[in-house]
C-alpha cells in the first residue's frame, strides 16, 4: 500500500508570510501526527488528529494550527513564518485506536526554509 | 517531565565492529518504545519496536534491542555495522498521550569503510 505522502517537498517563504503542508497518511490509518525537525531541538511533536479532531496538542504557539479532513488528509498551517520556523516538518500515521499504538509510519516531510 | 536521552551524540566505527546506542526515559507507567533510523536524505524508518513480552526485540537489517525495565532503558545493538548503517539514530517512546512520540535527541552514527 501506499505510504505517507507530504506535500510539496521544499518550501521557501518569507518572514511574516503563512504556510500549509499537507499529509497524506496510509489508507485505512485515521490518525496524523506532526513533528517539528530541527538540528537544535530535534523532534518536537506538535499536534494529533484522529477522525478530524484535534485530540492532543504540543508545546508550540497558537501560530502552528492544524486540521483533518473526513479522508483523514491532514494539513498544518503556520501564520506569521519566523525565520526559526525553518525546519524540517514530518508527519505521521498510525490506525490510532489505542495510546499504546502499533506504530507510526513517517513521510518523507516537508522542508521549510523562511528567508 | 517524560524524557528520552541518548547517551551519544556521535558514534564513529569502522565496519565490522560492533554497535550499541544506549537509550533511557523516564516515566513510570506502561509505555512502548521504538527505534528509528534515518538515512541522509531519507525519512525516518522503524527498525523495531518493543509493546510487551520478550525483552529482548529483534528488528530489521540485523539490528536489535533489550528492554531492561528496572534500568527504564532500551539499548540498540548490531553485532557487526557495514558501510551502508550511517544514519541518525532516534530512540523514542510513546505513553498514555494520544498520537505522540517522545524522542530521544538522536545519535548520529557513521561507519567508515
Known amino acids: 500500500k501506499a505510504g505517507v505522502t507530504q506535500t510539496p517537498r521544499y518550501l521557501i517563504k518569507t518572514r511574516g508570510q503563512q504556510v500549509t503542508l499537507s499529509c497524506s497518511p496510509i489508507s485505512g490509518h485515521r490518525s496524523v501526527s506532526w513533528y517539528q525537525q530541527t538540528p537544535g531541538q530535534g523532534l518536537q511533536f506538535l499536534f494529533e488528529?484522529?477522525?478530524?479532531?484535534?485530540?492532543n496538542k504540543g508545546n508550540f504557539p497558537g501560530r502552528f494550527s492544524g486540521r483533518q479532513f473526513s479522508n483523514s488528509r491532514s494539513e498544518m498551517n503556520v501564520s506569521t513564518l519566523e525565520l526559526g520556523d525553518s525546519a524540517l516538518y514530518l508527519c505521521?500515521?498510525?490506525?490510532?485506536?489505542?495510546?499504546?499504538?502499533?506504530?507510526?509510519?513517517f513521510g518523507s516531510g516537508t522542508r521549510l526554509t523562511v528567508v | 517531565a517524560q524524557s528520552v536521552s541518548q547517551h551519544n551524540h556521535h558514534v564513529i566505527l569502522s565496519e565490522a565492529a560492533s554497535l550499541e546506542l544506549g537509550c533511557n526515559y523516564s516515566?513510570?507507567?506502561?509505555?512502548?518504545l521504538f527505534w528509528y533510523v534515518q538515512y541522509p536524505g531519507q525519512h525516518l524508518q522503524l527498525l523495531l519496536k518493543?509493546?510487551?513480552?520478550?525483552?529482548l526485540v529483534k528488528g530489521i537489517k540485523g539490528f536489535e534491542a533489550e528492554f531492561i525495565k528496572s534500568k527504564f532503558s532500551f539499548n540498540l545493538r548490531k553485532p557487526s555495522v557495514q558501510w551502508s548503517d550511517t544514519a541518525e539514530y532516534f530512540c523514542?517512546?510513546?505513553?498514555?498521550?494520544?498520537?505522540?512520540?517522545?524522542f530521544g535527541a538522536g545519535t548520529q552514527v557513521v561507519v567508515t569503510p
Open positions: 516515566y513510570g507507567g506502561t509505555v512502548n
Open positions: 523514542a517512546v510513546t505513553t498514555d498521550s494520544w498520537g505522540k512520540l517522545q
Open positions: 488528529y484522529f477522525s478530524e479532531t484535534q485530540r
Open positions: 518493543y509493546f510487551s513480552g520478550d525483552p
Open positions: 505521521a500515521s498510525s490506525l490510532g485506536q489505542t495510546k499504546t499504538n502499533y506504530g507510526y509510519t
